[in-house]
């Protein structure tokens, strides 16, 4: 089916490993975006990409990094996960159109221990 | 910093009634604003948008009031149904994107905190 998914949706991990959440959308959408969402603080901007091979910074992006060789596929990896890392990452994509709407995928929570 | 807020993190009606979930925001230049419905295990889906030179929108049992005087959003639904429940974002959209030469900015999109809104049945 069309859309935008994320993998893994559940990932338990130690500090210091690395993990790479995927994400992979079907629309050809230009943008693509990585939020976390803690209890607290909402949605905010890890990273973002304008389109392949085009990335740049959110709100929040010590700890991780992106790459975007796909138009559709945009990972996010943590090189070495900390605790405060624990959370519940979506990934969003839109169009080129300048509007703010954003579809998200369901969700891949982190655990880390 | 510039930031979007709720006046009610949560909210509880009975089904039938109509709810009104409130949101404050700051950035005077923001033109565009959106709110979103997730539901519990989900991710945020698109309820209804709004630009900043309307000052009311409607949808399917939403509408949307924009309040620049005083930087204040509201949702309305009527009618609540149980499967309302859920958590209310509202997002403000604080400039236009721009492209250029080096330049690939988005529209930044804040999102506020969020409101619990319960349905009883």
């Known amino acids: 089916d069309a859309g935008i998914t994320q993998s893994p949706r559940y990932k338990i991990t130690e500090t210091g490993r690395q993990v790479t959440l995927m994400c992979h959308q079907t629309w050809s959408h230009s943008y693509m975006f990585w939020y976390r969402q803690d209890l607290g603080h909402g949605l905010r901007l890890i990273y973002y990409s304008a389109a392949a091979d085009i990335t740049d910074k959110g709100e929040v992006p010590d700890g991780y990094v992106v790459s975007r060789s796909k138009t559709e596929n945009f990972p996010l990896t943590l090189e070495s996960a900390t605790r405060s890392q624990t959370s519940v990452y979506f990934c969003?994509?839109?169009?080129?159109?300048?509007?703010?709407?954003?579809?998200f995928g369901e969700g891949s929570r982190l655990t880390v221990l | 910093g510039e930031s979007v807020g709720l006046h009610l993190p949560t909210l509880s009606v009975q089904e039938g009634d109509n709810s009104i979930i409130n949101c404050a925001y700051s950035n005077s230049a923001s033109d565009y604003f959106i709110w979103y419905k997730q539901e519990s295990g989900k991710g945020p889906q698109f309820i209804i948008d709004i630009r900043s030179n309307m000052d009311k929108r409607q949808g399917q049992r939403v509408t949307v009031l924009l309040n620049k005087t005083v930087k204040h959003l509201s949702l309305q639904i009527a009618a609540t149904q149980p499967g309302d429940s859920a958590v209310y974002f509202c997002a403000e959209n604080s400039g236009p994107a721009r492209e250029g030469a080096g330049g690939t900015s988005y529209g930044k999109l804040t999102f506020g905190q969020g409101t619990i809104l319960t349905v009883h049945p």
């Open positions: 969003a994509s839109r169009d080129r159109r300048d509007t703010g709407e954003l579809f």
